[in-house]
């Protein structure tokens, strides 16, 4: 079977770094992607990972771990614009989603 | 550049009808994704389609059932509704060749109500 673990909810004030991390378990892996889902919208991509090290797309980076199972994204320069669901999956399979909330 | 369309935007049903969703994958792609996201969950994949065959299945029954045209299109067909279809269904598309979908654009999905 497949599960990924992720934070239920992260809080951060403007102009902050925010990490949210994932562990994964699953039968095959084939690389962790990352997406953004605002609040009546649409799941978006993000990232994506398929070897280990970090890949970075402006403000957002992205991480992956093969051998311990771990990755996060790292998200630089908040703004009240990245409140939103943040979901990481593998095979397309989906965690349960981290809610980033930005403070002014 | 159209992407991933799909119809209708809501739909209220009965216990025990039946529904059919319907998606037009982003233009170029050949695989489609279905997803039921309940509200506060993330999306619970359902099936992949390619070539016009099931490839990969989730954890649902078989009421759930899918179909792929030779345009890409597919269709999502749930029988015999249940209060707990009530959802977001989500269609996303990828490329075969990106390998196992990992990066997939999604439609705007189709809101369920089962009453």
């Known amino acids: 079977g497949q599960s990924l673990e992720q934070p239920s909810e992260v809080t951060a004030v403007e102009g902050a770094i925010v990490q949210i991390n994932c562990t994964y378990q699953?039968?095959?892996?084939?690389?962790l992607s990352w997406y953004q889902q605002h609040d009546g919208g649409a799941p978006t991509f993000l990232s994506y990972?398929?070897?280990?090290g970090l890949e970075e797309t402006g403000r957002f980076s992205s991480f992956l771990s093969r051998s311990d199972s771990y990755g996060y994204l790292l998200l630089q320069e908040l703004q009240m614009k990245d409140s939103a669901s943040y979901f990481c999956?593998?095979?397309?399979?989906f965690g349960a989603g981290t809610r980033l909330t930005v403070k002014p | 550049d159209a992407g991933v369309t799909q119809s209708p935007t809501h739909l209220i049903k009965t216990r025990g009808q039946q529904v059919t969703l319907r998606c037009s994958p982003k233009?170029?792609?050949?695989?489609v994704s279905w997803y039921q996201q309940a509200l506060g969950q993330g999306p619970q994949f359902i099936f992949q389609?390619?070539?016009?065959?099931?490839?990969q299945r989730g954890n649902f029954p078989d009421r759930f059932s899918g179909h792929q045209f030779p345009n890409y299109s597919s269709e999502l067909n749930v029988n015999a509704l249940l209060l707990g279809d009530s959802a977001l269904y989500l269609c996303a598309s990828s490329l075969a060749l990106s390998g196992y979908s990992y990066e997939q654009y999604f439609g705007p999905g189709t809101r369920l109500t089962v009453t």
């Open positions: 389609y390619y070539e016009e065959e099931e490839r």
């Open positions: 999956a593998v095979t397309g399979r």
């Open positions: 699953t039968s095959g892996f084939y690389g």
């Open positions: 233009s170029g792609h050949d695989t």
């Open positions: 990972n398929g070897l280990d």
